[in-house]
């Protein structure tokens, strides 16, 4: 059974558990948490049409997030600024503006501007925001994940009750960095959240052609933690599962591995046709969009009217409007500055 | 992965005065390399809290090559961490704990292990500071065995530096006696950049006066003439130069009156030209020794950064002694003749002499 079929014969809304105490507010969360996600939808949206303006606009690889926003949306909502961490892989957009990234610092990476949010040196796949925790973006699949470890690790031995959220794609788990990472993180007892974004496919590859055990949180077994699924399209779903996770990490018991299930609306990067897609699938996947579902459970527990989702709507596709058209009027980089940020310290005879 | 164990050898065949920016008024012990870089990390751990070792068989083995031996008992297991082997994972822990503040030390039992984690090294250690924009310090020293040892085979015995010398973001550093082992990687530990500090495990027995000031260093990026001459500079670093470089520039001033003026890289990056170009206006000559494989190896490197400079100055073109270009093997004749030798340099050295 393929995750789309799966997914698709879970309930299309649920109430969310009773242990979340966001069920008893106001809905300021809840509304917060649907816009985030539009903004993220409709910023994603429009990267594929600046991308494909003429003259290289963006440039280079470029992977979208549209379809995924639940999970960085979920984690946004248990992350505590100032104390935790999360590092990714692909795909950095959607988390970086969960975390608090402005739209503009994204767009003006995206254009290689100076006022990027890594001064036009990092580009699509490596949005960086230290001081919010958000420490990338990382080009090379699976190559972070010992990084996440690092960073859970300086955590434990500073003693500063923090965790660490590292997310990969199904197609990290196969790189041996997977293995060794959640291995020694386990011996460790580190406090990080593994986080498979599983959207079924790698680049181009249905997860049943690349992994020989079809059950990903099976994956996670045979390191001594918890493993297992939840509904990566359910915003609600990944706040209950993940905070879980996050307070026996918190609590010095050690790491856990989930695997979210979710579906990519977009191809892997933008060269991919997504040839490799039926038309039935895709129609079935938009059935389950994690923030159609969010509209209409927040609907029904009367949270919110559709004039006010239209009108949230209209808040982010101004906000992204804006975002793009300061970003444009922004400056490149001076060409000198290419010799900037390499090394941290002067030393004699050091080369220009 | 088979693991060599090298027999420590208490007696060392070069004992040696320490040279570089000691006081000469610093008291002095006589010490190993592998205690010189033990007494290196012992004082920088003792000096910040946030300075650890980790790696395999770090802590309770004592150390593969008992580089570590008795720091567990000193300073525990929080700060003194034994690792699987799995160096891409603690490779890559060290990175993302430097990012966030610590300043983490890795050992690896031989650097040729360092291609399954090399991603971990370019990619996270060098990259990441550049692709945030400068938002991350990198203070991570990564230390070990480099290059032929004995009889370790194809497999074990790969020279590095020319691997991570052309990696913009990465300091490469390789001491060639005990007291600027001490010192550099004292230096290393204090920096907050990226290290990459390369030993042998053939020099671990080596003998040479240390100080024992705690703020003794050798800074980075600065050459060290060794040894003063006006006929020919012979630029060199590391275990070459322990090994054959220095029997040679002596061979070469008993028995064939050349008499060279001997620099010590120490840094391989960034690499200390000006010393050179300034031996090679005096002297005209220049040869670089290293036991790197001579297509794009070290020595290609240094040679490129030189050429340019000293062509004016220059009486011969600059020769370059390498090792011969295959596999190490494992026969230990084979494995000698493989290598540069004194005479490879000798002769070498009275080519551009015209001798």
Redesign the interface.
Known sequence: MSVVDEVAKRPATRKPPESNSAAKSDGSAERARLRLMMLIRRFEERTVQEYQKAGQKIGGFCHVYSGQEAIAVGISAIFQKGKD?L?NGYRCHGHSLALGMPARDCFAELFGKAT???????GSM?F????AGN??????VG?????????????K??NTGGVTFCLFGDGAINQ??HN??L??AS?MKAPVIWIVENNGVAMGTQVERSSAEKDLAERGSGYAMPHYHVDGNDVDTVIEKFGAAVERARKGEGPSYIVADTYRFRGHSMSDAMKYRTKDEMEKAKLRDPITLYEVRLREQGLLTQEQIDQLQEEVSKEVADAVAQADNDPHPQLEDRF??????K?????K | MARPCLLLNPTSRHGRAARGTADRTTPMAQLQFRQALRAAMTEEMERDENV?LIGEEVAEYNGAYKVSEGMLDKFGP?RIID??I?E???????????????RPIVEFMSWSFTW?CI??IV??AAN????????????VVFRGGNGIAHQLGATHSHRMESVYARI??L?VVHPSTPADAKGLLKSSIR???PVIFLESEKMLNELGEVPDDADYTV????ANVERQGKDVTLVSYGRALQRVVRPAVKALADDHGIDVELIDLR?LR?????TCIESIKKTNRCVIVDEDWGYCGMGSGILQKLQKPAFDYLDAPIEYVHSDEIPVPFNHYLEEAMMPSVDRIVSAVKEVCYR
């Open positions: 961490q590092i990027g949010c890594s001064k036009g040196k990092g490596h960086f925001d230290a001081e420490n990338g973006g990382h080009g090379i190559g972070h994940i010992p990084v996440g470890l690092g960073l859970a690790f300086a955590q031995y500073k041996g960095t060794e990472a291995n020694m011996l900037d940020d390499i090394l941290a310290e030393y004699p005879y050091q080369p | 650890f929080k690792t699987p799995s891409a994972a603690f490779s890559g822990l060290a990175v993302g704990s430097a990012c966030m503040g610590l399954v991603d971990q990619n996270n990441v500071r550049y692709m945030s924009g400068g938002q991350y310090k990198v203070p913009p973001g300091i920096c907050d950049d800074p980075i990026g600065v840094t960034p690499m200390d030209t000006k």
